[in-house]
C-alpha cells in the first residue's frame, strides 16, 4: 500500500473511532440519565445531554411515527419500510445501531438528513446490539464447529484479548453489555423491582453439602412467596439458589427429590454431574422462572442449567453491580469465599454511603462462617446505618421469613 494508501486508511479509521465513540456515548447516556441526574444535583443542563428516546422493537418503532428526532434506534430490520417513508421522517439527532434497511442507500440518506449509522459488526460471533436477555437454549445451540455458542463467545473473548481487547472489540463488548443492561432492566421492571432477592455463595459446594440444601431450600421458600430469586449463575450455591427458585413451581417434595437425584454425583468432575442434572430437568420440566447474572469473564464457570432467563456479560465489574444492585428486596449470604466476603462488603458499602436510593436486607445463612470462622457478621453490625436489616441463622425458613417481612427502606 502506498503512502496516500496508508493516508485514507488511517483517515477512515478515525473517521469511524470518532463516530464510533459517539455513538457508545449516546446509546449509554439515555440509560443512566445523566441530564435528570445533573439537574438533582443542581447542575446547568449543558448542550447534549438531553435524554434520547429508544427503540427497540418494531411496535415501539411503529409507534414513534416519523418523528424520530433524538431518537437510538437498536438492532432492528427494517427493510420492510420503503422509501418513501425514509424521505417523510425526520430523524435529526437520531442513532441506528445495527439496523437492516432494504438497501445500502437508505443508510446513505438518512446520513445526509442529519441521522448517525452503525452497522452491524462482522464476524463477531456475538450480536452485540441484541435486544432481550439469553436463554439457555441461547447459550447452548451448537455452532457449525461444533462447540456451543457460549463456548464460541467465550473463545473469540480470550482469543481478542480477555483485558485488553483492541478498540473495535472494545466498542462491540460496551455495546453489548449495555444491551444486556437495556434488557435486564426491562425485564426486572415489568417484573416489579421489589421482588428480586439475590442469593450469593461459594462456586465449588457439592451438590451433597448440607450447606447446597440448606440455600436451595431457602430459594424456594423465598420464590413460594413470590420473590424473584437470582444468582450468578454458576455452579455450588448459585446452581442452589436456581435449583430452589425453578423448583417453587412443585410442591416441597421436588425439592428432596431434586437433592436426591443430585446427590450421586455431587462434584462435577463426576462422570454422572450432567446425566443427573438432565434427569432434574426431565422429571420436573415446567420449572418457575428465575434470574441469572453472568460473566465470560470466568471461562471456567459455566451456567447452571436451573437459571432462565440470563444476562451474560463481558465485563465482571458490571456484572457484580447489576447482582447487588438488583437485589433490592435483600440478599442471602450463603457459605462462600473471597468472590462472597467481596460482595457482601460491596452490599454493605452501597448501602452504607446511601448509593442506590435504599437500603436492603442482609442476611447470612451461616452462623459458624459468618459469626466465628471468618467474623463478618460481628464486623457489619458495628458499622451498619441500619442493624435491624441484618440478619443471621442457621435455618432457611427464618432467612426467608425475614426478607419477606422487611421491605427495601428508602434512604432519607
Keep these: 500500500m502506498g503512502d496516500s494508501g496508508v493516508s485514507s486508511a488511517l483517515m477512515g479509521r478515525r473517521a469511524f473511532l470518532k463516530e464510533a465513540g459517539a ?24 448542550a447534549g445531554t ?46 441506528f445501531l445495527g439496523c437492516r434497511f432494504a438497501n445500502p442507500g437508505t443508510a446513505a440518506m438518512l446520513q445526509r438528513k442529519g441521522a448517525v449509522i452503525l452497522p452491524p459488526f462482522t464476524e463477531l460471533p456475538y450480536d452485540p446490539y441484541r435486544t432481550t436477555l439469553y436463554t439457555l437454549a441461547d447459550l447452548e445451540r451448537r455452532q457449525p464447529s461444533g462447540i456451543t455458542f457460549d463456548e464460541a463467545v467465550y473463545c ?11 478498540v473495535i472489540e472494545a466498542l462491540a463488548r460496551r455495546i453489548h453489555d449495555n444491551s444486556i443492561d ?3 432492566e426491562r425485564f426486572v ?25 440448606k440455600t436451595a431450600e431457602t430459594a424456594y421458600l423465598l420464590a413460594k412467596s413470590g420473590k424473584i430469586v437470582m444468582s450468578g449463575g454458576g455452579s455450588g450455591m448459585m446452581e442452589a439458589a436456581n435449583l430452589g427458585a425453578y423448583l417453587s413451581a412443585y410442591d416441597s ?55 432462565n432467563p440470563i ?16 437485589s433490592r428486596s435483600g440478599i442471602v449470604f450463603a457459605p462462600g469465599s473471597a468472590g462472597t466476603r467481596e460482595e457482601v462488603f460491596m452490599d454493605a458499602e452501597r448501602s452504607h454511603y446511601s448509593r442506590s436510593g435504599f437500603r436492603n436486607v442482609m442476611v447470612f445463612l451461616g452462623k459458624s462462617q459468618y459469626e466465628r470462622d471468618l467474623p463478618v457478621f460481628p464486623i457489619l453490625r458495628k458499622m451498619a446505618n441500619s442493624k435491624d436489616l441484618l440478619f443471621i441463622t442457621d435455618e432457611p425458613g427464618e432467612a426467608a421469613r425475614f426478607i419477606i417481612e422487611h421491605s427495601p427502606r428508602p434512604d432519607h
Design 23 to 46: 455513538i457508545a456515548i449516546a446509546a449509554i447516556t439515555p440509560r443512566l440519565g445523566l441530564a435528570a441526574d445533573a439537574r438533582a444535583q443542581g447542575c446547568p443542563q449543558q
Design 50 to 95: 438531553a435524554r434520547r428516546l429508544q427503540v427497540r422493537s418494531l411496535a415501539d418503532f411503529r409507534k414513534a411515527g416519523r418523528d424520530l428526532r433524538m431518537t437510538a434506534v437498536q438492532g432492528l430490520d427494517l427493510s420492510g419500510f420503503d422509501a418513501r417513508f425514509w424521505r417523510d421522517a425526520q430523524v435529526e439527532g437520531s442513532y
Design 156 to 166: 473469540d473473548f480470550v482469543a481478542k484479548g480477555r483485558f485488553s481487547p483492541g
Design 182 to 184: 437495556d434488557a435486564l
Design 189 to 213: 421492571r415489568e417484573q416489579g423491582e421489589d421482588r428480586f432477592v439475590g442469593i450469593m455463595g461459594g462456586a465449588d459446594v457439592p451438590r451433597s453439602d448440607p450447606w447446597y440444601r
Design 253 to 307: 417434595s421436588a425439592v428432596n427429590e431434586a437433592l436426591r437425584i443430585l446427590s450421586a454425583a455431587p462434584e462435577k468432575q463426576d462422570a454422572g454431574w450432567n446425566g443427573s442434572t438432565l434427569e432434574v430437568k426431565d422429571k420436573f420440566p415446567k420449572g418457575a422462572e428465575n434470574l441469572a447474572i453472568t460473566t465470560w469473564y470466568f471461562g471456567a464457570e459455566s451456567i447452571n442449567p436451573f437459571a
Design 311 to 326: 444476562a451474560r456479560y463481558f465485563d465482571v465489574s458490571i456484572r457484580e453491580a447489576q447482582l447487588i444492585h438488583n
